[in-house]
């Protein structure tokens, strides 16, 4: 969020603060699905432009209609419309790619058709494409979904278990780029499929399934695994092999990385996942509770992640935009409740050791795990989920290429429909500005799971109009009023008169009982404990004498600003703080930082305005000064911010003990790169 920085005000002198931050907490909207319904497979995306666009499966309670909704629910902004697309449908995904093209995809169960609704870059609601009709009686499964170069793919698993032979197949879609039809992406599968794979009974059996795909500048990855179970009592082991193939146009033909020998007649399974990022693709596995990876760069070369607990489920991996690897997945010290635990791996380097993201105590199972291209990532543990009972959506915000954070609480404790399960997504963008959705029963007292959006809440309110006079008069009541937004939570306002006084509230007043410069403060303060403030200097006049009298004559004399100049006209901005500027010695290129010098007639306050462009960018104070000569180092910084390159000008005010304000006096100067 921007702060908005008000002109100066012949009223006041406005004076910068930098906004303050505290503990990070967790921004949630009102329910965004109806009520009398069961929201279930939420799913969240953050777009390159900063919307936030979420979507879900909206059941009624006897199951007849299970639609495909999805909306806009940008923070600061009412949600938009619900847009819905009607039947009986299963497997629905959402995905944006970095171009800020949206897709959904979901399957159709009654009438095996595999459907992609896109949502172009500057439009508003979703167009559902031809959907594809695949040659096959399988029934399919869940789907994977990307976006990449404005495409969409869809990838997704079939079985057909009721009939003399039984069979399982991968399928891969795409919608291409500007296209109005999903189209087949031809593998070497039976038609057309990426891989497939059947038995008659009493054969030895054999199925594809765990799929998980990911894409990077138009290249997809697909991974899956190949079960072959043992004959029972045949007292030979199951197998499992993890597959691969790639795509942009066409299908390779799969390619197997390892196979997994079972302790029993059942195969172990291995629960591949895909991710990929930075010219980089990798596949994970776990197997004899350990986690493993291949760079397919060198698919040949399988790495062990060396951790100090067994890995338990839900492996989830991401590639960030340098091709580095975050991964997560529930893990738990010998005979102990699980725990999230991650790895982060660099390109072309051996995994380090996971390390904990939480600690032994409450189970938490992982809900999912979101990964921007600056690395920056989001992981949402979960403890108390399943059917029939209450849970807790918690986060761990990784920023850049920092360590992941102290767990965060998002949704508190939440009670779960009957009808339904506890699911959360998440979705990160860089930077950090990090976003999960969750759905919860609303406890309205009737049977429903409603869906929430929750974003993690680190910007400072913003000020608006502010109305603080320019003077006062020692005893006599003085008015201020201030106004204050933030998009995410209620606001509110303090005052601090700058004698010892206080007042909360947007409309306030005060009497002033000493003459002089009053540096008066206000702040503004969000839910989530973030503030912003802003000062204004009032000159505070003595009160008016009953009339003559030996008492000396109330100063009236105004101070005077002269001999004002810079050391550096043009300068740059120095990393140092200000005070450390005036020692600093100048070099032969542009110098580092600058130094006001003046001469003050007498004591007294300086407020010291940067504009450019007729826009305050910032004051400077200075309190007791002179008399005589000053020198006021200045880095280039106001606050914490650094000004920009260009062409400022100073403006000059002196106020003294009397309250009396000095003629403004002003200098020009420029900051260099």
Not at 316 to 323: H, I, K, L, T, V
Request: charged share 15%.
């Amino acid at each position: 969020m921007s702060r908005i920085l008000l002109n100066l005000a012949t009223a006041a002198v406005l004076l910068c603060v930098a906004p303050a931050a505290h503990a990070a907490q967790w921004a949630t909207t009102a329910p965004l699905s109806p009520e009398n319904r069961i929201a279930t497979d939420a799913q969240v995306v953050l777009t390159p432009d900063g919307e936030r666009i979420v979507a879900w499966l909206d059941t009624t309670f006897n199951g007849q209609t299970q639609d495909v909704a999805v909306r806009t629910a940008n923070a600061g902004a009412e949600p938009g419309p619900i847009q819905t697309f009607p039947g009986v449908l299963t497997g629905m995904q959402l995905a944006a790619g970095s171009d800020g093209t949206v897709a959904l995809s979901w399957v159709d169960f009654r009438n095996h058709t595999i459907h992609i609704a896109r949502r172009a870059p500057g439009e508003s609601r979703f167009t559902e494409a031809t959907p594809l009709v695949p040659t096959t009686t399988e029934d399919f499964g869940g789907g994977q979904l990307v976006v990449t170069n404005g495409a969409a793919y869809v990838a997704t698993t079939s079985f057909s278990g009721f009939r003399t032979t039984t069979s399982s197949s991968v399928w891969l879609a795409r919608l291409p780029a500007g296209g109005n039809a999903v189209q087949l992406v031809p593998g070497t599968g039976a038609g057309g499929s990426v891989d497939h794979v059947s038995f008659v009974p009493p054969a030895a059996s054999v199925f594809v399934q765990s799929l998980s795909m990911a894409a990077h500048d138009g290249l997809v990855t697909l991974t899956w695994q190949q079960d072959n179970p043992a004959p029972d009592n045949s007292g030979n082991r199951g197998t499992t092999t993890v597959k691969v193939a790639r795509s942009s146009e066409a299908v390779t033909a799969p390619a197997p990385l390892a196979t997994l020998v079972g302790s029993n007649t059942s195969s172990p399974g291995a629960n591949p996942v895909a991710a990929a990022g930075g010219g980089r693709a990798y596949v994970l596995w776990h197997s004899s509770s350990r986690v493993l990876l291949a760079d397919l760069a060198n698919p040949g070369q399988i790495l062990q992640v060396p951790a100090d607990t067994d890995f338990r489920s839900n492996l989830q991996a991401e590639a960030d935009g340098s091709g580095t690897l975050v991964a997560a997945w529930e893990a738990a010290p010998r005979d102990r409740d699980t725990l999230v635990a991650a790895v982060v791996v660099p390109p072309g380097q051996a995994p380090p050791p996971a390390t904990r993201l939480t600690q032994v105590g409450p189970e938490r199972s992982l809900a999912d795990l979101a990964v921007a291209p600056d690395g920056s990532a989001l992981a949402l543990p979960q403890h108390g989920s399943g059917f029939n009972t209450s849970f807790q959506i918690d986060g761990l915000l990784r920023t850049g290429g920092s360590a992941f954070g102290p767990v965060e609480d998002i949704s508190g404790p939440q009670d779960v429909s009957r009808l339904g399960f506890s699911q959360s997504e998440a979705a990160v963008a860089p930077g950090g500005r990090a976003v999960a959705v969750w759905a919860a029963a609303d406890h309205s007292g009737t049977l429903n799971q409603r869906l929430r959006l929750s974003e993690r809440d680190t910007a400072a309110p913003v000020l608006g109009t502010i109305a603080v006079p320019a003077t006062a008069t020692v005893g006599e009541r003085a008015g201020f009023a201030a106004t204050a937004g933030d998009i995410l939570s209620g606001t509110t306002i303090s005052w601090d008169f700058g004698d010892g006084s206080q007042a909360d509230g947007g409309v306030v007043d005060h009497v002033f009982g000493q003459p002089g410069p009053a540096v008066v403060t206000i702040t503004a303060t969000d839910e989530a404990g973030n503030s912003a403030s802003e000062q204004r200097v009032v000159a505070v006049q003595p009160a008016p004498g009953p009339g003559p009298s030996d008492e000396p004559a109330a100063d009236r004399t105004r101070p005077t600003v002269s001999r004002v100049s810079l050391t550096n006209k043009r300068f740059r901005v120095t990393r140092r703080g200000t005070a450390q500027i005036a020692a600093a010695k100048r070099k032969k290129r542009v110098p580092a930082g600058t130094a006001l010098r003046l001469t003050l007639s007498e004591r007294a306050t300086l407020a010291i305005a940067i504009e450019r462009r007729k826009v305050v960018r910032g004051t400077l104070v200075r309190a007791s000064a002179g008399p005589g000569a000053v020198t006021i180092p200045f880095s280039g910084r106001v606050g914490r911010t650094a000004l920009a390159p260009g062409s400022y000008t100073a403006t000059i005010t002196a106020i003294d003990g009397a309250g009396n304000r000095s003629r403004a006096v002003r200098v020009k100067f420029s900051v260099s790169k």
